[in-house]
């Protein structure tokens, strides 16, 4: 029923079904939006889970804790890529410092970035490995020496009463950080969650939702990167950390999983205008992303294994085998999840009548390459990181030398 | 080999120095005030005196497209099929089943003879435009200041402060703002602020042939909008959200979202 | 002078060196961005609320390319006063001439387009059954085709060439409806009263409506003179007190649903 010469002249519109707004033929926030939520969640996952180990005593997980702290300043570099890129205008970026309004919750992102990076994680790693960058400072050699030197910022004293000062200031600011770790990946749920004008995006539910897909990833990531990086380190894993992650994976997931159930089931027996065009859209649209990747993969089939591999009785190899595999699951759930937030919002008119595409593309901007290079890029800092302030220092009382090149 | 480096290091180091700072310089300077044609102090115009709006009659409108048409050539606005100001929309209610609704390039070229085997019970031409809120969402939401309410009720775009989030886009219930191809900021209708100002109407006001749309203040006691608003039955699109629309629809079917 | 002892920088023996550090390096940040701030917040951010307030004054620069019915008079009075006592009355100049603003600026050098070839027309008048019922339209394939409008209607004065004998001048679409319903051989006028007012001015004199059951009754009544095909009711029991063409449609009654 279109008419063919407008067709013409942009083929795209035959894959639109029903009627969108003009204006709503260009999607907005692609791939990269994306990445965003997804980099941030890991953040506040790693960063909770190593605040566990801090704050609630959860001795067990002592030998992922610096781990995941390095993961989560790691992918912490990384996030503001994705948004500066995005932007129309880059160069102006700067403008959220100088004239934020109050009232729009993106304003806060520079502040609250700003904060968790200096205030919280930057100071949590600093007083952590202070001690052991005393003594890198004091026993390297060349460039390291100058690194490590400029590292401790001239506090060099590692005496007993100092070190327990350190201590206290590292449990107060785990403290401030948890809510701090919230604040940063609740408020990308609140700038979804308070758009009224979007049916699929506003809801209540929506920053509790994306932290606990936060947390899910968190801890999967800090499975994964503590499994590979012991299997090149040719370590030995240790069994009750990894079952104690399993565990903390496993009840994420289930509230996780409640929350996007309860929403789901609120939405069906509420049944506003909206539910047509949001049904059509879920059968049509993101059938694969959201009942196959992000329900069945995601979350059904790693609830289901990790509960089998955790608390059936298994030889520890398939146990690892099945734990490492779920994570991966996990990570492609969660991706799924933040596609079918960002996207998945924007497939359907406003009008609630018509349904569009996204043309996912390969190069350019928002393409997968894009997203690809800014997954890959945090592993690569993290090597660095790794390089630079070893976070298996601890391992039995054993003191490794980094083998920095100089 | 010290002392060299060490001299390279510096021009290095001062050369980024004045790199910087250039560029500060720039964009401090680019901020200061140009030759303008307008000016507010210069000019009679008090903001503080006006609160526009607009009526939209959907019995009157013909569907010739001449007011999208004159927006995208008074504006400046790209002439591909996705960037509209304002647009005009088809709606053919049949006896049973689904309303279908299309805006084939806005209507800017007509609309093409509709083809289908149903039972039309009605069918009309619904104009869409900015609705020029009075409490905007998208105003809400923009994290630097650049899209404001003006103080005569205009939701207006700041083109050199927008940094191009698309936060704006999003919020808008409405579909009335794109992003600019070109300049990669937000951009929706004006009102045509640069012609109210003047006393000029707004161009797709204008050009309407059969005075479909109706351009005034909301608050002025003796105007064609009080008119307007008074003798017919006026709805605003989306009243739920409460975003106190100011484009008065008279005329309009429940179909119309 | 005692030198520095950079070492061992107590300034209060007890405050640990971490915080003078932390200290020192956030007290630095935090300057550098007050200062930023103050440097790079333009002046006229804040004026009139949290925007920029030269914003006003750049956007109010646009350049006006419509210049408004209002300025074509001042040269072209003649066509405007046979415009305005014409049908096309409420059509603006620019609506058929496009932007004419360059054109007042200089006449000589700009021209504004002459619209005259059929499809300009068609815009408007072209058939097309979601206009308002009561407009003009042609259907352009049997309407004198390949002929230029222009040779028959004058667009400053467009009187018809011959005085409308056919309501589905303006009023197609009922026209069409009932060419294929069991009322085709009833003409308009069989059952609306039409004046030669209405011909000429519509909206003040509207054609009639029958009032009474019993005109319809004049064919379906039970006991009616008409041909035996037609389907008879009882007047006293069908439909209670409403109006026939309160619940049929009289342009095609009794249509497949």
Same mark, same amino acid.
């Given at each position: 029923?279109?008419?063919? &010469?407008?067709?013409?002249?942009?083929?795209?519109?035959?894959?639109?079904?029903?009627?969108?707004?003009?204006?709503?033929?260009?999607?907005?926030?692609?791939?990269?939006?994306?990445?965003?939520?997804?980099?941030?969640?890991?953040?506040?996952?790693?960063?909770?889970?190593?605040?566990?180990? *801090?704050?609630?005593?959860?001795?067990?997980? %002592?030998?992922?804790?610096?781990?995941?702290?390095?993961?989560?300043?790691?992918?912490?570099?990384?996030?503001?890529?994705?948004?500066?890129?995005?932007?129309? *205008?880059?160069?102006?970026?700067?403008?959220?410092?100088?004239?934020?309004?109050?009232?729009?919750?993106?304003?806060?992102?520079?502040?609250?970035?700003?904060?968790?990076?200096?205030?919280?994680?930057?100071?949590? /790693?600093?007083?952590?490995?202070?001690?052991?960058?005393?003594?890198?400072?004091?026993?390297?050699? &060349? @460039?390291?020496?100058?690194?490590?030197?400029?590292?401790?910022?001239?506090?060099?004293?590692?005496?007993?009463?100092?070190?327990?000062?350190?201590?206290?200031?590292?449990?107060?600011?785990? /403290?401030?950080?948890?809510?701090?770790?919230?604040?940063?990946?609740?408020?990308? $749920?609140?700038?979804?969650?308070?758009?009224?004008?979007?049916?699929?995006?506003?809801?209540?539910?929506?920053?509790?939702?994306?932290?606990?897909?936060?947390?899910?990833?968190?801890?999967?990531?800090?499975?994964?990167?503590?499994?590979?990086?012991?299997?090149?380190?040719? +370590?030995?894993?240790?069994?009750?950390?990894?079952?104690?992650?399993?565990?903390?994976?496993?009840?994420?997931?289930?509230?996780?999983?409640?929350?996007?159930?309860?929403?789901?089931?609120?939405?069906?027996?509420?049944?506003?205008?909206?539910?047509?065009?949001?049904?059509? @859209?879920?059968?049509?649209?993101?059938?694969?992303?959201?009942?196959?990747? %992000?329900?069945?993969?995601?979350?059904?089939?790693?609830?289901?294994?990790?509960?089998?591999?955790?608390?059936?009785?298994?030889?520890?190899?398939? *146990? *690892?085998?099945?734990?490492?595999?779920?994570?991966? @699951?996990?990570?492609? $759930?969660?991706?799924?999840?933040?596609?079918?937030?960002?996207?998945?919002?924007?497939?359907?008119?406003?009008?609630?009548?018509?349904?569009?595409?996204? +043309?996912? %593309?390969?190069? &350019?901007?928002?393409?997968?390459?894009?997203?690809?290079?800014?997954?890959?890029?945090?592993?690569?800092?993290?090597?660095?990181?790794?390089?630079?302030?070893?976070?298996?220092?601890?391992?039995?009382?054993?003191? %490794?030398?980094?083998?920095?090149?100089? | 080999?010290?002392?060299?480096?060490?001299?390279?290091?510096?021009?290095?180091?001062?050369?980024?120095?004045?790199?910087?700072?250039?560029?500060?310089?720039?964009?401090?300077?680019?901020?200061?005030?140009?030759?303008? #044609?307008?000016?507010?102090?210069?000019?009679?115009?008090?903001?503080?005196?006006?609160?526009?709006?607009?009526?939209?009659?959907?019995?009157?409108?013909?569907?010739?497209?001449?007011?999208?048409?004159?927006?995208?050539?008074?504006?400046?606005?790209?002439?591909?099929?996705?960037?509209?100001?304002?647009?005009?929309?088809?709606?053919?209610?049949?006896?049973?089943?689904?309303?279908?609704?299309?805006?084939?390039?806005?209507?800017?070229?007509?609309?093409?003879?509709?083809?289908?085997?149903?039972?039309? #019970?009605?069918?009309?031409?619904?104009?869409?435009?900015?609705?020029?809120?009075?409490?905007?969402?998208?105003?809400?939401?923009?994290?630097?200041?650049?899209?404001?309410?003006?103080?005569?009720?205009?939701?207006?775009?700041?083109?050199?402060?927008?940094?191009?989030?698309?936060?704006?886009?999003?919020?808008?219930?409405?579909?009335?703002?794109? #992003?600019?191809?070109?300049?990669?900021?937000?951009?929706?209708?004006?009102?045509?602020?640069?012609?109210?100002?003047?006393? #000029?109407?707004?161009?797709?006001?204008?050009?309407?042939?059969?005075?479909?749309?109706?351009?005034?203040?909301?608050?002025?006691?003796?105007?064609?909008?009080?008119?307007?608003?008074?003798?017919?039955?006026?709805?605003?699109?989306?009243?739920?959200?409460?975003?106190?629309?100011?484009?008065?629809?008279?005329?309009?079917?429940?179909?119309?979202? | 002078?005692?030198?520095?002892?950079?070492?061992?920088?107590?300034? =209060?023996?007890?405050?640990?060196?971490?915080?003078?550090?932390?200290?020192?390096?956030?007290?630095?940040?935090?300057?550098?961005?007050?200062?930023?701030?103050?440097?790079?917040?333009?002046?006229?951010?804040?004026?009139?609320?949290?925007?920029?307030? !030269?914003?006003?004054?750049?956007?109010?620069?646009?350049?006006?390319?419509?210049?408004?019915?209002?300025?074509?008079? =001042?040269?072209?009075?003649?066509?405007? !006063?046979?415009?305005?006592?014409? !049908?096309?009355?409420?059509?603006?100049?620019?609506?058929?001439?496009?932007?004419?603003?360059?054109?007042?600026?200089?006449?000589?050098?700009?021209?504004?387009?002459?619209?005259?070839?059929?499809?300009?027309?068609?815009?408007?008048?072209?058939? =097309?059954?979601?206009?308002?019922?009561?407009?003009?339209?042609?259907?352009?394939?049997?309407?004198?085709?390949?002929?230029?409008?222009?040779?028959?209607?004058?667009?400053?004065?467009?009187?018809?060439?011959?005085?409308?004998?056919?309501?589905?001048?303006?009023?197609?679409?009922?026209?069409?409806?009932?060419?294929?319903?069991?009322?085709?051989?009833?003409?308009?006028?069989?059952?609306?009263?039409?004046?030669?007012?209405?011909?000429? =001015?519509?909206?003040?004199?509207?054609?009639?409506?029958?009032?009474?059951?019993?005109?319809?009754?004049?064919?379906?009544?039970?006991?009616?003179?008409?041909?035996?095909?037609?389907?008879?009711?009882?007047?006293?029991?069908?439909?209670?007190?409403?109006?026939?063409?309160?619940?049929?449609?009289?342009?095609?009654?009794?249509?497949?649903?």
């Amino acid at each position: 029923m279109l008419d063919i &010469g407008v067709t013409n002249m942009i083929p795209e519109f035959q894959h639109i079904t029903g009627y969108i707004y003009p204006n709503e033929f260009e999607l907005h926030w692609g791939t990269l939006i994306v990445v965003y939520p997804y980099i941030t969640g890991l953040v506040a996952g790693a960063f909770i889970l190593a605040s566990l180990e *801090r704050v609630f005593n959860v001795k067990v997980l %002592q030998p992922v804790y610096r781990l995941s702290l390095l993961a989560a300043l790691a992918f912490l570099l990384v996030a503001p890529l994705p948004l500066i890129i995005h932007l129309g *205008r880059p160069e102006r970026a700067f403008e959220m410092f100088l004239t934020p309004s109050t009232k729009s919750a993106m304003a806060m992102f520079g502040f609250v970035y700003a904060w968790y990076l200096m205030v919280v994680l930057l100071l949590e /790693i600093w007083f952590d490995y202070r001690k052991e960058i005393v003594i890198w400072s004091q026993e390297k050699e &060349g @460039l390291s020496k100058y690194i490590y030197k400029i590292l401790t910022l001239g506090a060099t004293d590692i005496s007993e009463p100092s070190l327990n000062f350190d201590a206290k200031i590292g449990k107060v600011i785990t /403290i401030i950080g948890i809510p701090s770790a919230f604040l940063l990946h609740g408020y990308v $749920g609140f700038i979804f969650g308070a758009v009224k004008a979007n049916p699929w995006w506003s809801s209540v539910l929506m920053p509790i939702v994306f932290l606990f897909s936060a947390m899910v990833s968190g801890i999967a990531l800090v499975f994964l990167i503590y499994m590979v990086t012991s299997m090149f380190r040719r +370590k030995e894993m240790d069994m009750d950390c990894l079952n104690k992650l399993a565990e903390l994976l496993l009840y994420a997931m289930i509230i996780d999983f409640s929350l996007e159930l309860l929403d789901f089931t609120h939405r069906l027996y509420e049944s506003e205008e909206s539910i047509k065009i949001l049904a059509e @859209l879920i059968y049509s649209r993101l059938f694969i992303s959201l009942i196959v990747s %992000q329900i069945i993969i995601g979350s059904l089939v790693p609830m289901i294994s990790i509960t089998w591999a955790r608390f059936f009785k298994l030889p520890d190899e398939m *146990r *690892r085998m099945v734990y490492f595999i779920t994570a991966i @699951l996990v990570q492609v $759930g969660i991706f799924s999840t933040r596609w079918n937030v960002v996207i998945g919002g924007q497939l359907f008119s406003k009008s609630l009548r018509g349904l569009t595409v996204y +043309k996912l %593309q390969l190069l &350019g901007i928002e393409g997968l390459l894009m997203a690809a290079f800014l997954l890959i890029l945090p592993l690569v800092i993290l090597y660095i990181l790794c390089k630079v302030l070893p976070p298996w220092v601890e391992n039995e009382g054993e003191f %490794q030398t980094s083998e920095i090149e100089t | 080999m010290k002392k060299n480096s060490f001299q390279l290091y510096r021009r290095d180091f001062l050369k980024s120095c004045y790199k910087a700072l250039s560029f500060a310089g720039i964009f401090y300077l680019s901020f200061q005030p140009e030759k303008l #044609l307008f000016s507010r102090e210069n000019s009679q115009y008090d903001p503080t005196k006006h609160w526009y709006g607009m009526g939209i009659d959907i019995h009157k409108c013909i569907g010739c497209g001449r007011c999208a048409d004159a927006c995208k050539k008074e504006n400046d606005v790209p002439r591909e099929p996705i960037y509209f100001r304002t647009w005009i929309e088809r709606y053919v209610v049949p006896i049973e089943g689904e309303t279908y609704v299309d805006s084939p390039n806005g209507g800017i070229d007509g609309f093409p003879e509709f083809k289908g085997d149903i039972d039309i #019970l009605k069918t009309y031409f619904v104009p869409k435009i900015c609705n020029q809120c009075a409490k905007p969402p998208c105003v809400q939401v923009c994290p630097v200041g650049a899209t404001f309410l003006s103080q005569d009720g205009v939701v207006l775009v700041d083109e050199k402060w927008c940094i191009g989030c698309r936060y704006c886009i999003q919020a808008c219930p409405y579909g009335a703002r794109y #992003l600019h191809p070109v300049k990669k900021v937000a951009d929706k209708c004006t009102f045509c602020y640069h012609r109210i100002v003047k006393g #000029l109407l707004p161009a797709c006001v204008e050009v309407c042939p059969t005075q479909a749309r109706i351009f005034g203040e909301v608050g002025l006691q003796s105007s064609p909008l009080r008119r307007f608003v008074r003798f017919n039955d006026i709805i605003v699109t989306k009243q739920y959200l409460n975003t106190e629309p100011k484009v008065y629809y008279a005329g309009a079917d429940m179909e119309v979202r | 002078m005692k030198s520095f002892d950079w070492k061992n920088i107590k300034l =209060n023996p007890k405050i640990p060196r971490q915080i003078i550090s932390l200290a020192i390096i956030f007290a630095i940040a935090i300057a550098a961005f007050v200062i930023g701030r103050m440097l790079f917040v333009p002046r006229s951010f804040g004026k009139y609320g949290h925007y920029r307030g !030269n914003a006003l004054d750049e956007i109010a620069s646009q350049k006006i390319n419509y210049a408004g019915y209002q300025v074509c008079t =001042n040269c072209h009075s003649n066509i405007y !006063n046979s415009l305005t006592k014409s !049908n096309h009355k409420g059509v603006s100049c620019e609506t058929c001439h496009g932007p004419a603003a360059k054109h007042t600026g200089s006449p000589g050098e700009y021209k504004p387009i002459v619209p005259r070839e059929r499809e300009h027309c068609q815009l408007c008048h072209a058939f =097309n059954p979601s206009r308002p019922t009561g407009f003009p339209q042609i259907i352009a394939e049997t309407h004198n085709p390949g002929k230029a409008c222009m040779a028959c209607h004058e667009p400053h004065n467009p009187l018809v060439p011959q005085v409308i004998s056919e309501c589905s001048a303006c009023h197609r679409t009922i026209a069409n409806q009932k060419r294929v319903s069991h009322h085709a051989s009833l003409s308009c006028e069989q059952c609306h009263k039409v004046t030669e007012k209405h011909l000429t =001015n519509p909206k003040l004199e509207k054609a009639g409506k029958p009032v009474e059951r019993a005109f319809c009754g004049q064919c379906h009544a039970k006991d009616a003179d008409s041909l035996k095909e037609i389907r008879r009711i009882d007047l006293s029991t069908h439909g209670g007190r409403y109006l026939c063409w309160e619940c049929h449609y009289p342009h095609y009654p009794e249509a497949k649903r």
